[in-house]
């Protein structure tokens, strides 16, 4: 009798599943995951195989809207991909609360937890229902297949949102007739 590996593949990951516990609540269906696939850039680049094992190790997280996933100061070391919904993302300036970005479903965020300060930069608030996956820094460790492709795609991820930060700053600096200084 001939064995298929990909049957192999499967019971190998299904042990290994049964040795790092995995989270309750996640169960994808063929069609998400290949959504995931194709629409979240933290995720690129990986093969159906290490993508299906990365899924394993997340958490799956229900936000009702107006929740709050984590708060500005908080201690973190996980990120989240927003499956669906929509959440903002707060910057609290005195007495005002400040949305810096609404993030929709296939992005990410939490991600400086993995990369940079442990300290939360913002406030995350759900604005709709929504539902994300939790991704462990020590999970994600773990797998250093996936590990390296997840660091790469957040690297990504924090240059564009500093491109776009970057055209900010110089819009509102024109917009007020400032002068940003000296070039570093």
């Known amino acids: 009798m001939k064995v298929d590996p990909a049957v192999v593949k499967i019971f190998a ?4 599943a049964d040795i790092i516990q995995r989270p309750a609540g996640l169960n994808l269906d063929a069609a998400i ?3 995931i696939a194709n629409k979240v850039k933290i995720f ?5 195989d290490c993508l299906m094992s990365t899924l394993a190790m997340a958490e799956h997280m229900p936000h ?5 996933v984590f708060n500005e100061g908080d201690i973190g070391s996980s ?6 919904g929509e959440i903002a993302i707060e910057k609290q300036r005195g007495d005002r609360v400040v949305t810096l970005a609404k993030i929709n479903a296939g992005e990410c965020f939490g991600e400086m937890a ?5 300290l939360r930069t913002a406030t995350v608030r759900a604005l709709r ?27 990504r991820v924090l240059a564009a949102r500093l491109d776009t930060s970057s055209e900010m700053l110089a819009d509102l600096v024109v917009r007020t007739g400032g002068d940003a ?3 570093p």
């Not at 009702?64 to 709050?68: Q, R, T, Y």
């Not at 993995?114 to 442990?118: I, Q």
């Open 79 to 84: 990120f989240h991909v927003l499956i669906s």
């Open 44 to 48: 690129q680049g990986m093969t159906h």
């Open 181 to 183: 200084g000296p070039a």
């Open 64 to 68: 009702k809207a107006g929740e709050v």
């Open 129 to 155: 229902d929504s539902v994300t996956m939790r991704f462990d820094r020590e999970r994600v460790d773990a797998y250093a297949d996936s590990a390296r492709i997840i660091y790469r795609n957040i690297a």
């Open 13 to 16: 990951e299904n042990v290994r």
């Open 114 to 118: 993995l990369v940079g300060n442990p």
């Open 33 to 35: 995951v290949q959504k």
